[in-house]
């Protein structure tokens, strides 16, 4: 999770939803086990962190879930850390970024990634799970 996604709950909860990060973690983590995978979860304010986190884990994982956050719409350093884990990728973000405003409906990091799920709040990650699954297994 890209910056500021620490305040969820508490930011601008008609635009992402009511439920905290944690209760997110918890989301992924229980569908995950129940498809037989284990999650390591990472929120960082600052862009060299997540790049950090993504260089060393990758090595031991299988797939990505990343909502990067406002990085979303600049960072072509995470769109490159993404690309050079070799790992699937899905976006996802909590808000509809396609009918926000204009910079928001960019994103520099989704063509790193297999798909981008946008708009369906904490049920998004869900979905990105399902989507990784299915790749691995297709
Ligand atoms: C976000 C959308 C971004 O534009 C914003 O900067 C965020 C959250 C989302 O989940 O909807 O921090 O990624």
Redesign the pocket.
């Known amino acids: 999770h890209?910056?500021?996604?620490n305040l969820l709950g508490a930011?601008e909860r008609l635009?992402?939803g009511a439920k905290t990060l944690e209760d997110i973690e918890a989301l992924v983590k229980e569908t995950a086990k129940k498809l037989g995978y284990e999650v390591k979860a990472f929120q960082s304010n600052h862009e060299g962190a997540i790049v950090d986190f993504l260089q060393k884990e990758s090595q031991k994982a299988e797939g990505i879930i990343i909502?990067?956050?406002?990085?979303?719409?600049y960072s072509y350093t995470l769109h490159d850390a993404l690309r050079d884990t070799k790992l699937p990728a899905v976006e996802?973000?909590?808000?509809?970024?396609g009918s926000?405003?204009p910079?928001?409906q960019v994103s520099v990091t989704a063509p790193a990634c297999i798909a981008q799920i946008?708009?369906k709040k904490d049920a998004?990650y869900v979905e990105a799970l399902e989507v990784l699954h299915k790749k691995l297994n297709g």
């Open positions: 890209g910056p500021n996604l930011r635009v992402y909502n990067p956050g406002a990085l979303t719409h996802v973000h909590l808000s509809d970024i926000r405003e910079w928001r946008s708009g998004g």
